[in-house]
């Protein structure tokens, strides 16, 4: 699977963004997707996940009522809906797949998109 990552860019605090991750290839709904961000020098963090089906999503904290993730099955596409962005939002996002299920660690996905940058001014 090939992930195409997109939607960043530049918002003020307060506002929102919704970033897309665009799969190609086959069998989509046999991958998880999550959201990680990434700052320069820092390690990968999770932001979101969900599951194959849908039906299971996980959030970090620091997100949580704040960020909706979401797939369109039919679309291959999974999106993040960003809201109340805060200046320390700011980073690069990626989206990647996995075949698997349990741990939300960025290790354990194994096909990755390239990074969509969301910058949040103050």
């Known amino acids: 699977v090939q992930l195409q990552a997109s939607g960043g860019g530049l918002v003020s605090a307060g506002g929102s963004l919704r970033l897309s991750c665009a799969a190609s290839?086959?069998?989509?709904?046999?991958?998880?997707i999550g959201w990680f961000r990434q700052a320069p020098g820092k390690d990968r963090r999770t932001v979101a996940a969900?599951?194959?089906?849908?039906?299971?999503?996980y959030y970090a904290d620091s997100v949580k009522g704040r960020f909706t993730i979401s797939r369109d099955n039919a679309k291959s596409t999974v999106y993040l809906q960003m809201n109340s962005l805060k200046p320390e939002d700011t980073d690069v996002y990626y989206c990647?797949?996995?075949?698997?299920?349990?741990?939300?660690?960025?290790?354990?996905?194994?096909?990755w998109g390239q990074g969509t940058q969301v910058t949040v001014s103050s």
């Open positions: 969900i599951s194959q089906s849908g039906g299971i999503t």
């Open positions: 990647a797949a996995d075949r698997g299920s349990g741990s939300y660690a960025p290790d354990e996905y194994d096909y």
């Open positions: 290839g086959r069998h989509f709904t046999m991958y998880r």
